[in-house]
């Protein structure tokens, strides 16, 4: 058995080749890394119209973070903010045309990536990586 700290270096090793291997495609397609763009696209492929406040809890950023960002993607053409007429104090966010192709090339990405990540894994091993992680998520969550 592994120590704690050969395990964390791990999680964090996994995650920085993860980022070396993502990086060239999303800047392929012009997006700006470190920003959350390619999750906040892949989100909205799949659930369009829909408030910043819910837009950044799913894709676990403050909304602050995540207003700057779609500031960035607005002015790119990727998405617009629509104000609906009963409520003066949120937006609505909607995907161009453009942000659509690229949200449909980002969700690509993200496909081939778990099918590299998940290689030669059964079943079975996939339900226990996602168990333990599960609970690391816990423990982190719960500490703060």
Known sequence: MKNQAEVRETLVAIDQARRRLLQPRFIQLGLTLGQG?????????????????????????????????????????????????????????????????????????FVELDQTIWKDFSLEEMEKVWEGLQKIRKNLEESF
């Not at 676990?60 to 609906?84: A, N, Q, Y």
């Open 37 to 109: 763009q390619p999750r906040i696209l892949n989100y909205l492929l799949k659930k369009e119209d829909i408030t910043q406040k819910e837009l950044a809890d799913a894709c676990f950023l403050e909304v602050t973070t995540l207003s700057r960002t779609l500031d960035h993607m607005e002015k790119s053409g990727l998405l617009i903010r629509r104000r609906p007429p009963d409520c003066r104090r949120s937006y609505r966010i909607v995907l161009t045309e453009k942000g659509r192709e690229t949200a449909q090339e980002v969700h690509k990405t």
